[in-house]
């Protein structure tokens, strides 16, 4: 079955650009009809969609976010990465990839998440 | 947008039912059947439960049921067990540049 990693750096500066990947075995992130999705949980705090890309190469951000983050895919190597420029604390979280089977979200399935601090 | 409303806890002993709400607006839960549950244990990837208000993903137990009224949601867990132990939130689809809101959180606990 499909199944999704998140890998990236757990500790990241202030002001510098945070950069996760998220792998994808068991399946094609070249297949129609899915999006490929990040999602990052403060402590304490709810889940928050960050932004999504589908294989066409479109994608959809956070407004709030919108100026900071590419997402892309990378097809040869079946996996999406996140970027995320100009980090403060606020963006310490734990960071989730998810795969979209619908574009008014449904999320099927998701990596198990990997905590992203940011230091001062 | 602002969050999705859901109590902090619930709780019910081994085989009794317990029911979690999520409270939105009529800009989300209101306008939209694109209402989701997922299910989150500490250190594991979530698991969708519920999508489009009521319908199971397959291999998701039919102890699990969702609902909709208005701006809120349900989601109904029967015959509590062990394994239900985890955190539950919701979500909804906006419709708008910021597509989908999620719930505060719900910690059920089997007692």
């Known amino acids: 079955q499909v199944q999704l990693q998140e890998s990236g750096p757990g500790l990241v500066k202030a002001s510098q650009t945070l950069s996760l990947t998220c792998s994808v075995s068991?399946?094609?992130?070249?297949?129609?009809?899915?999006?490929w999705t990040w999602f990052r949980q403060s402590a304490g705090k709810e889940l928050e969609w960050i932004g999504r890309?589908?294989?066409?190469?479109?994608?959809d951000y956070r407004p709030s976010l919108k100026s900071r983050i590419t997402i892309s895919l990378d097809t040869s190597k079946n996996q999406f990465s996140l970027r995320l420029t100009s980090v403060t604390a606020a963006d310490t979280a734990v960071y989730y990839c998810?795969?979209?089977?619908?574009?008014?979200?449904?999320?099927?399935?998701w990596g198990q998440g990997t905590m992203v601090t940011v230091s001062s | 947008q602002s969050a999705l409303t859901q109590p902090p806890s619930a709780s019910g002993s081994p085989g009794q039912s317990v029911a979690i709400s999520c409270t939105g607006t009529s800009s989300d839960i209101g306008s939209y059947k694109y209402v989701s549950w997922y299910q989150l244990h500490p250190g594991k990837a979530p698991k969708l439960i519920i999508y489009e208000v009521s319908k199971r993903p397959s291999g998701v137990p039919d102890r699990f049921s969702g609902s909709k009224s208005g701006n809120t949601a349900s989601l109904t867990v029967s015959g509590l067990q062990a394994e239900d132990e985890a955190d539950y939130y919701c979500s909804s689809y906006t419709g708008s540049n910021n597509p989908f809101v999620f719930g505060t959180g719900t910690k059920v606990t089997v007692l």
């Open positions: 998810a795969r979209g089977v619908s574009a008014e979200g449904t999320f099927d399935i």
């Open positions: 068991g399946g094609s992130v070249s297949s129609a009809g899915y999006s």
């Open positions: 890309v589908y294989v066409s190469g479109s994608t």
